[in-house]
């Protein structure tokens, strides 16, 4: 499908963060922004209303909100799709062995294992009484601080 140009005007503040944001993905900024008018306009008309009225009554604190909770919405998805992507390579490689939580974790300790202690065995520290309990201070009870 053909594409086609569309001009828009924006503010120096937005026109640098463009700039910016080209040069760390080593794109072009007209691909910055057909990918931010895309984003947008696949959005519902109620996330359009409900964004202007927050650019237009929202504090920098409500908009600093929005980004974060977006961010972590698109996050969450792209992590999602990657496990749901290499759910098939894992059992292909690993079977059924990791079907359950159990079975996870017992196979997570024994990768993490270093060559100075035996795979698969998990050492707790011994409480040290000196460090571990806090101070005493006259007249109070034992274990109170």
């Known amino acids: 499908m053909a594409g086609k140009t569309i001009s ?9 963060m463009v700039e910016h ?6 794109r072009k900024p007209s ?3 057909a990918a931010a008018l895309a984003f947008y306009v696949r959005l ?3 996330a359009h209303a409900a964004l202007r009225r927050l650019e ?11 980004l974060r ?14 496990v749901r ?9 690993y079977g059924s062995a990791l079907a ?16 100075q202690r035996s795979p698969g065995v998990l050492r707790v520290a011994e409480p040290r009484p000196e460090r571990d309990v806090p101070p005493q201070t006259p007249g109070s009870e034992p274990g109170e601080p």
């Open 100 to 115: 359950n939580e159990d079975e996870i974790l017992r196979t997570a300790v024994l990768l993490s294992g270093t060559s």
């Open 31 to 33: 691909q910055i922004a």
């Open 85 to 93: 992507q290499s759910g098939p390579r894992v059992r292909e490689k």
């Open 8 to 16: 828009a005007y924006t503010d120096a503040e937005t026109a640098s």
């Open 69 to 82: 909770e977006v961010t972590r919405a698109i996050s969450n998805a792209s992590y999602n799709a990657a």
């Open 44 to 46: 519902p008309v109620e």
């Open 21 to 26: 944001i080209s040069k760390l993905e080593q």
């Open 56 to 66: 237009a009554i929202g504090t920098p604190e409500d908009l600093n909100l929005m």
